[in-house]
């Protein structure tokens, strides 16, 4: 049966698309299958020879291309000792090179975590350290290396290369032709630093409030909209020569578990599956889309053997080869994840994923033993010869589409040229402006003025930086309005304040003019909710902004002037001070449906509300 929240969404969801003019939502039931993905051509010339480089390949050689690995470490040849000590724990080898060497991976993926990202220049060395281990082999193949870039929320590589605003803020802004700037010009920075595949644009169509691990990686809950900003997200980072991934099949946005701890159901109907999911996938797989990613999800619609969409032959076969018709590479979300490690032990996960129809698997949690499972099955006939050489081309042919053959190395001049430039800079903060949504302006609190309100106050949530550099955000926003004319004070009281924290607070606004409080993820049990009241019983002018998911202003009764900056990297926060601040109009309108937290049923903002100064 599905569930009342999707009922909900999906209704206010039409409601918005009648009111913007837009039409009904795609249409349900069964598809005609998509075209053929639109691609950089390849020669008949160039095909023969990843042929031949097939055919020259060891059984162990071909299963290296099918994994996408971390490894710890800022250098391919000479990392520190601890994350030395770390690569020989967890893989058994020391570094990128020794893991290049002995498992001939197809893919190697970086982590700040990893300690893989410390500067621009750095990247591009590791990169070029990585290319040259590859091409040191017997059958040399170039890595795809990979990072996790989305913007807003999830940003893998912070300052100085630039950050854009995240997808629910882009689809804010409701422009297209944004969504593409932001990804060619990511994906050119991502291309200088020798990275060629980004796990981005999120095709996710955010139907669930309570979705924890979607939410503003998400573009919206429209699937219209949601479709138009993803085809846009592919064209600018393919564009700029990075493959993108559109991610997570069949679609992740009405669930209310997080596929990190745990394993999610989506009880959509095939019907509404058409309608709510379908439709962002389909617009990637036009738009030419080099890969897609898998969800760690159950779809009992598709497959009621309660195995995940990543283990799911009637999932990733049935419905995305056959009815999409997309035959570009299938990349697994982690392996380390526990949706997909709950059903089934770690050695079979893999055979599993690449019987169901993946091509590339994403991080397993022990490589030497998914290695050496994928080869048994391989030796027992589980998996044939044929499967694994048409998984192996497919894994050829996108990295001949990237230039990698060609040339996989790059240059600190091709960094110093494009990574963080002033002009990009310029344009992620220009994108930025038309993305913050006033949601309240009851009694025109809003804009501030520095001659009525010069004091101001700052407090909230100080979430750590998404990317990991900049921050934290109540010192971001008030250095940001102190710059626009104001004395801004920064008062961090957390994501859970005290009732000290929250005195503290009240105290300090009795020598202030205004307070601007920074919400985040705010629930009918949060004390959040407590330091919003106590500051709105000062009588001064509050003005609340939400810096993660824009429904905590249905929690926050009283409150006259809210907004939604849809994250809190320093990019967006300076944006929502030009707003707060009237320099800048607020443009932006909702792209999810809000429901009042006393009435559910009801909505309280629907999609496409914003308003003006």
């Keep these: ?277 379908a439709p962002p996938f389909r617009a990637a797989i036009a738009a030419g889309i080099d890969t897609i990613m898998t969800a760690h999800i159950v779809v009992p619609a598709f497959d009621p053997s309660g195995d995940p969409a990543t283990l799911s032959r009637p999932i990733l076969t049935g419905i995305l080869r056959e009815r999409l018709g997309y035959d570009g590479v299938v990349v697994t979300d982690s392996l380390g994840m526990e949706g997909v490690r709950e059903k089934y032990g770690d050695a079979r996960v893999p055979v599993l994923a690449l019987r169901a129809g993946a091509d590339q698997l994403l991080n397993p949690p022990d490589l030497p033993l998914a290695y050496r499972a994928v080869l048994r099955a391989l030796e027992g006939g589980e998996l044939s010869e044929r499967e694994l050489d048409a998984k192996v081309l497919r894994i050829l042919l996108l990295k001949e589409r990237r230039g990698l053959f060609a040339d996989p190395y790059t240059t600190h001049r091709a960094v110093d040229r494009v990574v963080g430039t002033r002009g990009h800079l310029a344009a992620a903060d220009r994108i930025a402006d038309r993305t913050t949504t006033l949601l309240r302006n009851d009694g025109g609190v809003l804009p501030l003025s520095p001659r009525r309100e010069g004091r ?70 949060s004390p959040q909710r407590d330091l919003v009241a106590a500051l709105l019983a000062t009588g001064k002018p509050v003005v609340q902004l939400a810096v993660r998911n824009p429904y905590d202003i249905a929690q926050l009764g009283g409150v006259r002037a809210g907004l939604a900056s849809y994250s809190w990297t320093d990019v967006e926060l300076r944006a929502a001070a030009r707003v707060i601040a009237g320099r800048r109009d607020p443009v932006g309108r909702l792209p999810v449906a809000i429901m009042r937290a006393d009435a559910p049923r009801t909505v309280l903002y629907g999609i496409g509300h914003g308003l003006n100064y």
């Design 1 to 277: 049966m599905h569930s009342r929240r999707t009922v909900l969404t999906t209704a206010a969801a039409a409601a918005a698309a009648a009111a913007l003019g837009e039409g009904p939502a795609h249409a349900a039931g069964p598809q005609p299958a998509a075209s053929p993905s639109p691609a950089r051509p390849v020669s008949p010339a160039a095909l023969d020879r990843l042929r031949r480089t097939v055919s020259r390949m060891t059984p162990e050689e071909k299963v290296g291309q099918l994994f996408v690995m971390r490894v710890y470490g800022d250098s391919a040849t000479d990392p520190d000792p601890a994350d030395a000590a770390a690569n020989r724990e967890e893989i058994g080898v020391a570094n990128a090179a020794e893991l290049i060497a002995t498992y001939r991976v197809g893919g190697i993926i970086y982590f700040n975590w990893a300690h893989n990202i410390r500067d621009p220049h750095q990247v591009a060395d590791l990169s070029n350290g990585i290319q040259e281990a590859a091409a040191a082999l017997r059958v040399p193949v170039p890595v795809l290396i990979s990072t996790d870039q989305e913007h807003g929320a999830v940003a893998r590589i912070g300052a100085p290369a630039t950050l854009f605003p995240g997808a629910m803020a882009l689809g804010a802004s409701g422009s297209r032709e944004d969504a593409r700037a932001a990804g060619r010009i990511a994906g050119r920075e991502l291309c200088a630093m020798g990275i060629r595949q980004d796990y981005a644009p999120d095709a996710d169509v955010n139907v669930n409030p309570a979705n924890p691990v979607i939410g503003v990686r998400s573009f919206g809950a429209d699937p219209r909209a949601v479709s138009r900003m993803v085809a846009a997200q592919v064209r600018g980072y393919q564009g700029a020569g990075v493959a993108a991934c559109a991610k997570h099949f069949p679609g992740h946005g009405d669930t209310d578990t997080d596929s990190h701890v745990g394993l999610p159901y989506i009880h959509h109907s095939a019907q509404e599956w058409e309608r709510l999911d």
């Design 456 to 525: 101001v106050l700052v407090v909230g949530a100080d979430a750590a930086a998404p990317s990991g550099t900049g921050g934290p955000p109540t010192r971001v926003l008030a250095r940001a309005l102190t710059g626009l004319g104001f004395t801004a004070t920064a008062l961090p009281t957390g994501m859970a304040p005290t009732r000290a924290q929250i005195d503290r607070a009240r105290a300090a606004l009795a020598e202030r003019d205004a307070v601007v409080v920074a919400t985040y993820d705010v629930t009918a049990s």
